[in-house]
């Protein structure tokens, strides 16, 4: 439903001082980090190392087998470990208002010479956006819609209206029936531009009129047709191919990306899609990007990584990290030995209860009274270790008794694999996974001890983010290399726990759609905000979507309801008519409802 009727939009200084002079299309950015890439050139001289960053020498510290070093006022972190072909190290950037405690990216440096080794520190830039769409109302009141691509911030709170006092301007919200005020800030006539305020979220921000060829719109206000092409072939690992390559209608694919292109703006809960992309037969067919996103820009996958986290556990195992699924976790995360006085549902909890989410501990997300989940968790300050934090946690059932939604689980299990390797994991994550599916970019978010986190918003391009539900779907090969065990790559996607209304496997969710006159098993890894991979094992094929509906109610429609309803009816099996119409199918998900068909709550996938 849209907010309002669309009002002309004013010539700059008519009807001065009135609401009139708000109406229309708005944005304000803030930028956080450096903005550029930075050479850093590593020297050895003897034993001792130092590190020129864009040429600013520093001393470079040794110890356990890393060298690193940090800049001065907190501004960044360097830690690296020595290898044959180079040296393999994290970057972490400061906190922003975005992530308030950074996030580590990898950096490989190349032998320069003689004891000299050099890379490229990725300018570490993150970003704050808010789009206001002012609309005039039938009573003269100004109804927005605000976007917040990264945060969803103007859906969360409610945004609502714009009011206007002389220059004073007020964004006001209203959530469970109770209006509050936003934010505020003042109106420059003269420039044709306001001011609103967020301070949690880096303070000031200067809102200026944008035109119909805005990000805020999927292509524009007034897009070309669309035009299905092929996508573009890269040194990723990604064999690409056409939708007639891979036996997919072209035409029903078109009509529904279309349909994403044409979608109205003008409703607070209207689809976000950032990227759609699917692969079949092995090959990348379809990869489509909107609002201004990019196949090289990283997307924040928020808890659709609890799947890489399991990806990395199985990986490991495979290795010949001493990990096992039946590890005691107290045992491990003890250095061998379980602690003394340790009660008995502690010490029966295993490497496996942390994948099902089936722990016992008292850490349902869901509850706002579990001492262990992760809204409390990353609240408090006693502890700054979540996985000592989390071995803390009082427990609720004995192990394996049920499946709970509890971000701490595999943010744990991350940290078995880190004591069992004896390194970071993202070193473990780096040469187990990220080396042979030439996967070298992300940002993965760290606890406020520097641990990095297994419990989601990790970031991925999208293209590299697929390819674990190509993985899952080869059977835990890549390229002919094997990542993962045949046997945990089956029992990943399996339904092993019930959980929420669906069945979970190792972190990933599985559900059983509609296609044709039968159904097929399909597992997903699935965040908050429309973070999504699909993998159907029957029909050969891994869909991919990445989305910023992040306080929406329509996710769960996008997540669950799209690959049914637009995507799976367009794919075909040999012997399938090809001059057979494809309709789009009826389906809502059972997934999140009660049994009398209304909306239950359903676990934070943040």
């Not at 469970?176 to 044709?192: L, Y």
């Not at 990584?305 to 990806?311: A, E, G, L, R």
């Given at each position: 439903?849209?907010?309002?009727v669309?009002a002309?939009?004013?010539?700059?200084?008519?009807?001065?001082?009135?609401?009139d002079?708000?109406?229309?299309?708005?944005?304000?950015?803030?930028?956080?980090?450096?903005?550029?890439?930075?050479?850093?050139?590593?020297?050895?001289?003897?034993?001792?190392?130092?590190?020129?960053?864009?040429?600013?020498?520093?001393s470079?510290?040794?110890?356990?087998?890393?060298?690193?070093?940090?800049?001065p006022?907190?501004?960044?972190?360097?830690?690296?470990?020595?290898?044959?072909?180079?040296?393999?190290?994290?970057?972490?950037?400061?906190?922003?208002?975005?992530?308030?405690?950074?996030?580590?990216?990898p950096i490989?440096?190349?032998p320069d010479?003689?004891?000299?080794?050099?890379?490229?520190?990725t300018?570490?830039?993150?970003?704050?956006?808010f789009?206001?769409?002012?609309?005039?109302?039938?009573d003269?009141?100004?109804?927005?819609?605000?976007?917040?691509?990264?945060?969803?911030?103007?859906?969360q709170?409610?945004?609502?209206?714009l009011?206007?006092e002389?220059?004073?301007?007020?964004?006001?919200?209203?959530?469970?029936?109770?209006?509050?005020?936003?934010?505020?800030?003042?109106?420059?006539?003269?420039?044709?531009?306001?001011?609103?305020?967020?301070?949690?979220?880096?303070?000031?921000?200067?809102?200026?009129?944008?035109?119909?060829?805005s990000?805020f719109?999927?292509?524009?206000?007034?897009?070309?047709?669309?035009?299905?092409?092929?996508?573009t072939?890269?040194?990723?690992?990604w064999?690409?191919?056409t939708?007639?390559?891979?036996?997919?209608?072209?035409?029903?694919?078109?009509?529904?990306?279309?349909?994403?292109?044409?979608?109205?703006?003008?409703?607070?809960?209207?689809?976000q899609?950032?990227?759609?992309l699917?692969?079949?037969?092995?090959?990348?067919?379809?990869?489509?990007?909107?609002?201004?996103?990019?196949?090289?820009?990283l997307?924040?996958?928020?808890?659709?990584?609890?799947?890489?986290?399991?990806?990395l556990?199985?990986?490991?195992?495979?290795?010949g990290?001493p990990?096992?699924?039946?590890?005691?976790?107290?045992?491990?995360?003890?250095?061998g030995?379980?602690?003394?006085?340790?009660?008995?549902?502690?010490?029966?909890?295993?490497?496996?209860?942390?994948?099902?989410?089936?722990?016992?501990?008292?850490?349902?997300d869901?509850?706002?009274n579990?001492?262990?989940?992760?809204?409390?968790?990353?609240?408090q300050?006693?502890?700054?270790?979540y996985?000592?934090y989390?071995?803390n946690?009082?427990?609720?059932?004995?192990?394996?008794?049920?499946?709970?939604?509890c971000?701490?689980?595999?943010?744990l299990?991350?940290?078995?694999?880190?004591r069992a390797?004896?390194?970071?994991?993202?070193?473990t994550?780096?040469?187990?996974?990220?080396?042979?599916?030439?996967?070298?970019?992300?940002?993965?978010?760290?606890?406020?001890?520097?641990?990095?986190?297994?419990?989601?918003?990790?970031?991925?391009v999208?293209?590299?983010?697929?390819?674990?539900?190509?993985l899952?779907l080869?059977?835990?090969m890549?390229?002919g290399r094997?990542?993962?065990?045949k046997?945990f790559?089956?029992r990943?996607?399996?339904?092993?726990?019930?959980?929420?209304?669906?069945?979970?496997?190792?972190?990933?969710?599985?559900e059983?759609?509609?296609?044709?006159?039968?159904?097929?098993?399909?597992?997903?890894?699935?965040?908050?905000g429309?973070?999504?991979?699909?993998?159907?094992?029957?029909?050969d094929?891994?869909?991919?979507?990445?989305?910023?509906?992040y306080?929406?109610?329509?996710?769960f429609d996008?997540?669950?309801?799209?690959?049914?309803?637009?995507?799976?009816?367009?794919?075909?099996?040999?012997?399938?008519?090809k001059?057979?119409?494809?309709?789009?199918?009826?389906?809502?998900?059972?997934?999140?409802?009660?049994?009398?068909?209304?909306?239950?709550?359903?676990p934070?996938?943040?």
């Open positions: 439903m849209s907010i309002g669309p002309q939009v004013p010539t700059p200084g008519n009807k001065s001082g009135s609401v002079e708000l109406v229309g299309l708005w944005k304000a950015k803030q930028q956080f980090g450096f903005g550029a890439d930075r050479m850093l050139i590593i020297r050895k001289t003897g034993e001792t190392y130092t590190a020129d960053l864009a040429g600013r020498v520093l470079m510290r040794v110890e356990k087998g890393e060298i690193s070093f940090s800049l006022d907190a501004q960044g972190t360097f830690s690296g470990k020595l290898q044959k072909s180079g040296i393999l190290g994290h970057w972490v950037a400061p906190g922003t208002p975005l992530f308030s405690r950074g996030g580590a990216s490989f440096l190349r010479g003689p004891n000299r080794w050099r890379g490229v520190v300018a570490s830039q993150s970003s704050f956006t789009y206001l769409l002012a609309q005039k109302r039938p003269g009141t100004i109804g927005v819609v605000l976007r917040n691509p990264e945060r969803d911030i103007g859906t709170q409610g945004a609502r209206e009011r206007r002389g220059n004073v301007i007020r964004l006001i919200g209203a959530r469970q029936n109770k209006e509050r005020e936003i934010s505020s800030g003042t109106f420059d006539a003269e420039n044709d531009q306001f001011t609103l305020s967020f301070p949690n979220r880096g303070g000031t921000f200067d809102f200026r009129r944008e035109s119909d060829e990000d719109y999927p292509r524009g206000k007034t897009p070309t047709r669309y035009t299905y092409g092929s996508p072939a890269l040194d990723d690992g064999a690409t191919g939708l007639a390559d891979a036996n997919i209608d072209g035409p029903s694919i078109a009509r529904f990306i279309q349909k994403l292109i044409d979608t109205p703006m003008d409703n607070p809960d209207a689809p899609i950032h990227s759609i699917i692969a079949r037969h092995g090959r990348l067919v379809l990869e489509e990007y909107f609002h201004g996103y990019t196949r090289d820009m997307h924040d996958t928020r808890s659709a990584s609890k799947s890489v986290t399991s990806t556990v199985g990986a490991a195992i495979q290795a990290v990990l096992a699924l039946s590890s005691p976790v107290y045992k491990v995360m003890n250095d030995a379980f602690p003394a006085g340790l009660e008995e549902r502690k010490r029966a909890m295993t490497l496996e209860h942390l994948l099902t989410n089936s722990s016992g501990y008292y850490c349902d869901g509850d706002d579990a001492p262990g989940n992760e809204e409390t968790m990353g609240n300050t006693e502890e700054p270790d996985y000592r989390t071995l946690v009082p427990m609720a059932t004995p192990p394996g008794e049920r499946s709970v939604y971000s701490a689980n595999p943010n299990a991350l940290g078995m694999v880190g390797a004896g390194e970071s994991p993202m070193y994550f780096d040469r187990l996974i990220g080396a042979p599916m030439k996967i070298t970019r992300y940002g993965w978010s760290l606890d406020p001890a520097g641990n990095p986190y297994g419990g989601g918003s990790t970031s991925f999208p293209r590299d983010f697929l390819k674990f539900g190509q899952l080869n059977g835990g890549w390229q094997r990542i993962l065990g046997e790559a089956a990943a996607g399996s339904p092993l726990y019930h959980l929420a209304g669906i069945y979970y496997g190792y972190n990933w969710w599985s059983e759609f509609p296609y044709k006159n039968r159904k097929v098993h399909a597992f997903m890894a699935l965040g908050t429309d973070q999504m991979i699909t993998v159907v094992p029957e029909l094929l891994v869909i991919g979507v990445f989305g910023a509906n306080a929406s109610r329509v996710q996008v997540t669950h309801n799209w690959v049914p309803r637009y995507i799976l009816p367009s794919v075909r099996e040999p012997g399938d008519d001059s057979a119409p494809v309709v789009d199918r009826e389906y809502t998900s059972p997934y999140g409802r009660s049994k009398d068909g209304s909306r239950v709550t359903r934070d996938l943040r």
